[in-house]
Every structure is written in structure tokens, then in C-alpha cells.
């Protein structure tokens, strides 16, 4: 149940793709002494594509706030800034996972936990692919869905993991495509101003349900 849960809070799905991926996808093209060079196989796997792409510009306040915060909220993870990062987390979401946790832990030991897990594999994933020389970058794609409800805004985004190698002799960018795209949902109680986020996923309508109608819950998971 803590996978099931940490699947539901983090937002660094993207971010914490296996190092497997990048050993099938970087090859080492030449050897001369102690220096190394390695570039992008043609072979990506599915879901991959070679190129540059371009993050989401959002098109009014409402929307640039959201990819802001999703952007503060993946850097205080990258950080290890669990206490920044517990701010963006939707309320509901530690609510509904606690009935599984010793009920002597409150809701702010649980949630500092699992946000030292997942900062700490997130970081330790960033020093394997500084190993190829790859930056990695978390964009956000798109917004999939809106559903406004007076000062509650619901929107689902995706987002595109950009990965970057300097020193490439040929293709030096590729990303995930729409098929391998993650899906996240952003609230706001406040017209826009603070979101919070949880990713989308099996368990997700039932944290919803909590706080919001079948009907609400029904269009936020495109049923």
C-alpha cells in the first residue's frame, strides 16, 4: 500500500524512470585513453522520440500559477526541501492513506516520510544520469482537462521528461512522447491563486471522493 500511495503523491513520476532506460539508450561511441564519448542510440524504446520540445506556455494567470508551483513543488523534491514541498501536497491524499498507517503517526509524520523516499530516490536517480553527462528536465506538456466549479478549479496536466546530453556527437535531445506522458491534477480551493497536486492513477477517484462529488470525480478521470 505505500507504492500505491507514493504513485499517487509524487510528481516526479516522469523524473523516476529507471536507469535501464538510459543504458539502452546511451552508447558509449568512442574510447581514447581516459576520456569517454557517448551519444543517443537509434534504438530509443517506446514512447521516446529524438528532439527538442518546448514546455507549456499557460494562457492566463490561473495557468501560469499552476505550472509555477508544479515547478516549485519538482525542485524542493530535487532539493531534499521536504517542508516546501509538503505544501503543494493535496490534503485529502494523506487523509485517505493513513487508515493504513500505525495510528500513532499523524499526518505530518507520514507525509515526511514519504516525501524523504521519494526525494531521496529522486536525487540518487539525478547522480546516475550525471554519470552519462544527461541533463534531465520534467516540462509540463499540456492541460488535458479543466473543471471549474466557482473558486475550486480542477485541471488535469501532463507532463514531457526532456533528457539533454551535452557533449552528443549527433542527436543531442530526445523526450517522452503523448503514449508515455504522466497525468497529474492539480486543485485550487482559491480561484487559482495555491494549487495543490496529486498524479492520476487507479486510486485517485477515491482521494477525490473525499471532498468532491461522483459527478466532479467522473470528469476529472475522463469517464
Known amino acids: 500500500?505505500?507504492?500505491?500511495?507514493?504513485?499517487?503523491?509524487?510528481?516526479?513520476?516522469?523524473?523516476?524512470?529507471?536507469?535501464l532506460l538510459l543504458d539502452g539508450c546511451i552508447s558509449n561511441q568512442s574510447s581514447t585513453g581516459s576520456e569517454t564519448s557517448y551519444g543517443f542510440r537509434k534504438d530509443l524504446p517506446p514512447g521516446y522520440a529524438f528532439g527538442k520540445v518546448e514546455p507549456y506556455q499557460g494562457?492566463?494567470?490561473?495557468?501560469?500559477?499552476?505550472?509555477?508551483?508544479?515547478?516549485?513543488?519538482?525542485?524542493?523534491?530535487?532539493?531534499?526541501?521536504?517542508?516546501?514541498?509538503?505544501?503543494?501536497?493535496?490534503?485529502?491524499?494523506?487523509?485517505?492513506?493513513?487508515?493504513?498507517?500505525?495510528?500513532?503517526?499523524?499526518?505530518?509524520?507520514?507525509?515526511?516520510?514519504?516525501?524523504?523516499?521519494?526525494?531521496?530516490?529522486?536525487?540518487?536517480?539525478?547522480?546516475?544520469?550525471?554519470?552519462?553527462?544527461?541533463?534531465?528536465?520534467?516540462?509540463?506538456?499540456?492541460?488535458?482537462?479543466k473543471i471549474e466549479l466557482g473558486d475550486t478549479k480542477i485541471f488535469v496536466f501532463s507532463f514531457t521528461t526532456l533528457f539533454y546530453m551535452e557533449n552528443a556527437e549527433e542527436e543531442k535531445y530526445f523526450h517522452s512522447t503523448t503514449e508515455n506522458d504522466d497525468l497529474t491534477v492539480g486543485i485550487s480551493f482559491n480561484g487559482g491563486r495555491n494549487w495543490y497536486f496529486i498524479a492520476l492513477n487507479d486510486e485517485t477517484p477515491n482521494i477525490l471522493r473525499l471532498r468532491l462529488a461522483q459527478s466532479v470525480v467522473n470528469e476529472v478521470m475522463g469517464y
Open 1 to 19: 500500500m505505500r507504492n500505491s500511495y507514493k504513485n499517487n503523491i509524487i510528481i516526479l513520476i516522469s523524473l523516476l524512470i529507471s536507469v
Open 59 to 145: 494562457k492566463d494567470r490561473v495557468e501560469s500559477n499552476l505550472i509555477s508551483q508544479i515547478n516549485t513543488y519538482n525542485s524542493a523534491l530535487l532539493m531534499g526541501d521536504i517542508d516546501n514541498a509538503k505544501l503543494y501536497l493535496y490534503p485529502d491524499a494523506i487523509k485517505y492513506y493513513k487508515k493504513f498507517y500505525p495510528s500513532n503517526l499523524s499526518l505530518d509524520d507520514i507525509a515526511n516520510n514519504l516525501f524523504k523516499e521519494i526525494s531521496e530516490a529522486a536525487i540518487e536517480l539525478e547522480k546516475a544520469w550525471q554519470k552519462y553527462g544527461v541533463d534531465v528536465d520534467i516540462l509540463v506538456s499540456g492541460i488535458e482537462r
